[in-house]
Structure formats: C-alpha cells, structure tokens
C-alpha cells in the first residue's frame, strides 16, 4: 500500500449519472445520457474481461493485484518485479525459520504467499478487510490505533517488519512507527516517498537504499526503501 493523499476516487467513481429528466404524467423519470450509458457499457466489459481472465489463466489467490487497489484508501500495489525483490528480501533477512510481519504492505504479503515455502512465516497487518480472505494471517490494523494489536503479536517476535505507510505525512509515520517499533526485534524495511527520508530517519533510525521500487501505476511521488541493517537492496 503506497502513501499518496488520503482522498482517491475508485475506477467507478468516475461515472457520474447525469440524468435528464422527462415528464411523464406526474413522474419524473431520470434516464442516463447516451454518452454516459455507453462509458457505464465500456466499464464492466473491462470487468468482464478482467474476470474471464483470471478464469481462463488459473486464478491464484496470491497474485499481485487479485485484489485491486482501492484509491481511496490510497491503495498502489508494486510492480510484480518490485513486489519479488522485496520479498525476497524479507526471506533473506528473516532468516531460516524467521517471522516476517507486513504493515499496510499486501503486495509484499501476496508475493511472500506465492512464493511458498516453509522456511518462514507472515503476516499481514491490513486495515482493509477485504484481505481477510487470507485467514488468520490477517490481523486488522488501523494506524490511528498502532498498538491496538491482538494479544497473540507478543513485542519484538518478527525477525523483520516490512511497512508501507498509507500516507504522505508525518503523523501517519510516527504512528506506524510504533506499530514497527513494538513487533520487530530490529530489522525494519521501510518502504514511502523519497520526502520522507529526514523522518524516516528521525523516527526508525532507518537509511535510504540504492533500490527505487516501481508500481503497476505510474506515480508522481518519488518512492524508496529504507533499511537499518546491511541488506540486498543497495
């Protein structure tokens, strides 16, 4: 999850019914311009299509995008490419056997889970239900309440914590910081915009990396990973 402005419009949202009104007796009966009705027709073909092809390739339930983002949650998934590197970074560092927990990052999440693999374990701290569907990997989170946590996320038990911030701001990172703070044992990999590198700092002692991770979109905020120990990713 990337950290945008807090206010997006879904790919529906842009259909705005402009109705025309036509008398009828006492009724008004609103009916959609021609121009909007074939936008509306054009849109779920798109979904359609969308659907036809996840059933015809062999859906995976872990595969980046199976959920689609949803902007107004200023939801933007990684670029297949960025999603693996940084799962695989996660593995590496974890370690055999270690504990990788996931913090407003699904995309990293569905990478590690389709990779497979039993040397290590994940989680994913979410605030969209809509990732429930993973079961109890799935905790609920809602920054605004960092260290409103199940009891069974003991403090310092994940070997790594991957986190993605869903904000732009100061505020949301202090908060989520200490979401990280509470559940890592030390290696945190950070990943927000480029601004936010001096309290990225300030706030979980962490570095920029070398690596730029890219998005399936394309972005206007510069993003990067941030490290506090010697990883992959430089």
Known sequence: MLSLLPSYKTQE????????KMD????????????TLA??????????????????QGFNQYSVGSIEEDWQLSQFWYS???????????????????????????????????????????????????FSVY??????YDYNNPLNLPEHLLPHSFDIVVADPPYLSE???????????YLTKGKILLCTGAIMEEQA????GVK???????????????????VNYASGLD
Do not use: W
Not at 24 to 35: A, F, G, R, V
Not at 201 to 204: D, W
């Open 80 to 130: 297949d490419e960025t999603a693996s590197c940084l799962a695989n970074e996660a593995i590496v560092a974890a370690g055999k056997g270690g504990r990788i927990a996931c913090v407003s990052a699904p995309s990293v999440y569905q990478k590690l889970r389709e990779q497979g693999g039993a040397d290590f374990s994940v989680c994913i701290l979410e605030y969209d239900r809509r």
């Open 208 to 226: 920029i990396c070398k690596f730029i991770p890219k998005h399936s979109r394309n972005l206007a905020n510069e993003f990067r990973c941030y």
């Open 171 to 181: 505020e949301c990172l202090q908060k989520t910081a200490e979401t990280i703070k």
């Open 13 to 20: 949202n842009r259909f705005r019914f402009v109705c025309r």
């Open 39 to 56: 936008a509306l027709q054009e849109f779920y073909l798109e979904q359609q299509q969308r659907e036809g092809m996840k059933t015809s």
């Open 201 to 204: 700092a300030k706030h979980l």
């Open 135 to 140: 079961g109890e990997e799935f905790i609920f």
């Open 24 to 35: 009828d007796d006492d009724d008004d009966i609103p009916q959609l311009s021609s121009h």
